[in-house]
């Protein structure tokens, strides 16, 4: 099945809101070295909150972007990965976060301008 991503029946659209939300997209770039505990995911990410940072595992599990490790130890260890479906969205995302970091201050004056403007 091909996408449509204007078309608003189209499920692309559901995968581009996957991949667009700023938690999926810093995920995807806090387990790019490998697989993470949630407490290192949450610190590595800031400002987000356990729930919405559970939320946002849970449905990229469910989306096939990431796996969940559960290790019988005492206290239980949770990893997540990336699978390689997920892995294959690293070229990408960091494209864009580059494009980011390289025009922030751009942005920022020109929103800047905007409000004061």
Not at 13 to 27: C, F, N, Q
Not at 79 to 88: A, D, I, K
Request: proline content about 7%; overall charge negative; glycine content about 8%.
């Amino acid at each position: 099945m091909d996408g449509d991503a204007f078309n608003p029946e189209c499920p692309t659209r559901l995968v581009l809101d996957r991949i667009g939300d700023k938690w999926s997209v810093l995920v995807v770039l806090g387990l790019r070295d490998g697989p993470r505990r949630f407490t290192e995911l949450r610190t590595m990410i800031g400002g987000v909150t356990p729930k919405v940072l559970t939320q946002t595992l849970r449905a990229m599990a469910a989306d096939g972007l990431l796996t969940r490790h559960v290790f019988a130890e005492v206290p239980p260890r949770v990893e997540y990965e990336l699978t390689p479906l997920g892995q294959s969205l690293q070229a990408p995302i960091r494209a864009v976060t580059d494009w980011a970091e390289e025009h922030v201050n751009e942005v920022m004056a020109a929103r800047e301008s905007a409000v004061g403007g």
